[in-house]
């Protein structure tokens, strides 16, 4: 590959982590377990947050949340306002995907394969719940009034669908505050499901401050 | 090339609001996963240089911040990527121009003019390719559907993947 003479960035923005014993860490893992708690009902396995965070990343990062860009994966975006504002985006992978509808409509596993209007409203309806319950662990700390939109599914690739937050992140700056967290089941297999929240304004965002 | 030869190459990823570039026929620019995104391929078909952006919005009008990536504005980052590609051996006469990419990934009527950037990245990077004094010779843009887009610098060949089909451009 060709080095160009382009000057570098000089703005790189640094990765800035709230430590998981700071009040935000508390906040998201308290938040993250709230998820986990209604993921596994949905699923019926028992599901825990995995590495619950908060970070401040350099927006090429975006498209590589939770796997490779070129993945195609199911994606449910929501948005949130009242107080605060910005993007909740739920990540399954295929596989996650299909399972999670079949628990959801009382099918046997392996029923689901592709996703038409049924299944992409049962994700909807999975999105809407675990969303919910983010926020309200959330409110419930900061005392933020949210709202919550109704989801809207997408199967697509990673990358294609993250660069619908990456547009808006792009036009504010270089960077983005991620709150993400992954889930797994208590054995060794990964869910693959990735719940990614962005507030529009960042480490100024009314939810933010109000929990540090 | 064979696909089986294809195979066997260094894919070098471009990144949101990167571009990269390259002479090594060994190698492939691969922008993956682009949705509003656009990406823009030029390779010029005499010195076999290459390269391969990934921008984000269409212009850097509204930004007031001095150090931002100019890369991920399709209005900067054209310009920087043409004179680029001269200083590398390239000639505008020479150079192919095929891009991909600017569709509207949400189509609920609520959020599209908030998210949907696609047609005016399209729009944008038309206007600084024919503002560069090239054409377009190849396009795949618009549209609800993801894509990864690849250009082969050995002979210049652009390949878009989208729901599954491969395709050259």
């Known amino acids: 590959m060709v080095q160009p003479t382009l000057p570098k960035r000089i703005d790189e923005p640094a990765h800035h982590v709230f430590p998981e014993d700071s009040p935000v860490g508390r906040a998201i893992a308290r938040a993250a377990d709230a998820v986990a708690a209604a993921l596994s009902e949905l699923s019926g396995i028992q599901v825990h947050a995995s590495n619950p965070e908060a970070n401040l990343l350099p927006l090429a990062d975006l498209p590589n949340i939770g796997g490779s860009p070129g993945d195609t994966v199911v994606t449910l ?102 709150i993400r967290s992954d889930f797994e089941s208590d054995g060794a297999s990964i869910l693959g499901t990735t719940l990614l929240v962005i507030p529009d304004r960042g480490v100024e965002s009314v939810m933010m401050r109000s929990l540090t | 090339m064979t696909v089986a030869a294809r195979t066997k190459l260094t894919q070098i990823p471009v990144g949101l609001g990167e571009i990269k570039y390259t002479n090594n026929a060994q190698e492939v620019l691969v922008a993956y996963g682009l949705g509003s995104c656009v990406g823009i391929a030029i390779w010029d078909n005499s010195s076999g240089v290459a390269g391969l952006a990934h921008v984000i919005l269409p212009t850097s009008v509204a930004s007031s911040r001095p150090n931002d990536n100019p890369l991920k504005y399709a209005d900067r980052a054209i310009p920087l990527m043409v004179n680029e590609l001269r200083r590398l051996g390239g000639n505008p006469s020479r150079m192919v121009v095929k891009i991909a990419g600017g569709a509207q990934m949400l189509k609920s009527a609520g959020r599209s003019e908030v998210f949907n950037i696609g047609s005016r990245n399209v729009e944008q990077v038309r206007r600084e390719i024919e503002r560069a004094g090239l054409r377009i010779s190849g396009e795949d843009v618009l549209g609800h559907q993801g894509r990864t887009m690849s250009l082969y610098p050995s002979d210049g060949r652009v390949t878009v993947q989208s729901a599954g089909n491969l395709r050259d451009l």
Request: proline residues 5%.
């Open chain 1, 77 to 178: 975006f929501l948005t949130y306002d009242g107080t605060d504002s910005g993007q909740i985006i739920l990540i399954y992978n295929l596989d996650q995907a299909r399972a999670l509808v079949d628990q959801m409509l009382w099918n046997p596993p392996g029923t689901t394969f592709d996703f038409d209007e049924m299944e992409l409203s049962a994700l909807a309806e999975s999105a809407n719940i675990l969303g919910s319950h983010f926020l309200t662990a959330i409110a419930n700390i900061s005392g933020a009034e949210l709202d919550i939109s109704i989801p809207e599914p997408l199967v697509d690739l990673r990358g294609a669908t993250l660069s619908i937050p990456a547009a808006a992140a792009a036009s504010s700056g270089d960077s983005f505050l991620s």
